[in-house]
């Protein structure tokens, strides 16, 4: 799923069989998809290019489409080496509080997508969140 159409054609050109919704995240909920997901994956700086001030909801629509137990996995820069961007938008921090708030209880962080482990000032990470089952 993206907000952007140009995006969404590129995914299609890479993976045409896969089904691939345009939308937008912060309105995940009025597109009236089934919940109960096992992982919601938002790769690739998804979470830092949301628009300012979002970033709670986006995370709590994420979290409100999962089953009790599932995943929210995010991958994101956080430094300007890492990111598209001058300089970071989020904080690992602040993210963990959206997430706290969403329901999501952070599992397991890694500094790169192949599990590299994270230390506190690396410029990536990929963090997994869980559902609380309760
Ligand atoms: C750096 S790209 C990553 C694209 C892809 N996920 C990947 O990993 O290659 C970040 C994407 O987030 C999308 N995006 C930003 N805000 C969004 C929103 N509110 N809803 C849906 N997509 C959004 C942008 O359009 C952009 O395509």
Do not use: K
């Not at 089934?34 to 300012?52: K, R």
């Not at 929210?72 to 989020?90: K, R, S, W």
Request: net charge negative; hydrophobic share 45%; proline share 7%.
């Amino acid at each position: 799923m993206d907000v952007d159409r140009s995006m969404l054609a590129v995914a299609r050109r890479h993976a045409p069989t896969q089904e691939w919704l345009h939308g937008d995240l912060t309105h995940l909920d009025s597109l009236g998809l089934e919940t109960g997901f096992d992982l919601a994956l938002a790769a690739g700086n998804v979470i830092p290019l949301l628009a300012p001030g979002t970033e709670p909801e986006v995370v709590r629509q994420l979290a409100a489409v999962l089953r009790p137990g599932g995943l929210l996995i995010t991958g994101m820069g956080l430094d300007a080496e890492h990111l598209p961007l001058p300089e970071p938008t989020v904080a690992l921090t602040e993210f963990d509080h959206w997430c706290t708030d969403a329901g999501l209880t952070l599992r397991e962080r890694f500094a790169t997508w192949a599990g590299d482990p994270y230390r506190p000032g690396d410029g990536y990470a990929v963090s997994v969140h869980a559902r609380s089952t309760a």
